[in-house]
């Protein structure tokens, strides 16, 4: 079991959907959440010495952009710097609107949140109130989401989407 863990999310969206499952009764591990996009910037090496001994890192991160050079070098040097520590890796494949759409019962992520376009979506997620109250609404299923293996560069990256679920 995970008893310390850091989310580095992509954006804001991924930030208030962890947020939104580690809400009583958890469906995911909880721990702090921090918004860093793993795939285009490194994580600051003063950042990296900060994080506690036995702690598991998880890296929530999209797959639609075909780059892998900077994310290996963040998982290498987490490795590096961070004694005893686990790191995670969840792959949104390819992105954090289609494993919605995967997890629940829309055809279009925009459903969700009643967006007039998909390009409003995001928006229009982050400025939920209670975004677990709507996922379930549309049958959210937490078994779905983080569950597609990545493919093309990112197939020697492991998903631990399942890993993370409670």
Known sequence: MIRNCIYYVEG?????????LKEQPALIYTGKVKV????????PR????TIKRDTA????????IPKTDLLNKN????????????VLTVAQ????????VRSTDVKNVSEITK???????????CRLTDPRHTLDNHG?????????NPTGVFSSIKQNGKDIKN
């Open 12 to 20: 804001e969206c991924e930030k208030k959907l962890i947020g939104a």
């Open 36 to 43: 860093r996009n793993v795939v285009s910037e490194l994580i």
């Open 46 to 49: 003063s950042e990296l010495l």
């Open 57 to 64: 890192v998880i890296l929530v991160f999209d797959t639609d």
């Open 75 to 86: 998982i290498a040097n987490l490795k590096k710097f961070c004694s005893a520590v686990k």
């Open 93 to 100: 494949v390819p992105d954090f609107e289609s494993e919605l």
């Open 115 to 125: 967006s007039k376009s998909a390009s409003d979506f995001k928006r229009d997620f």
């Open 140 to 148: 959210f299923d937490i078994d779905k989401i983080w569950a597609q």
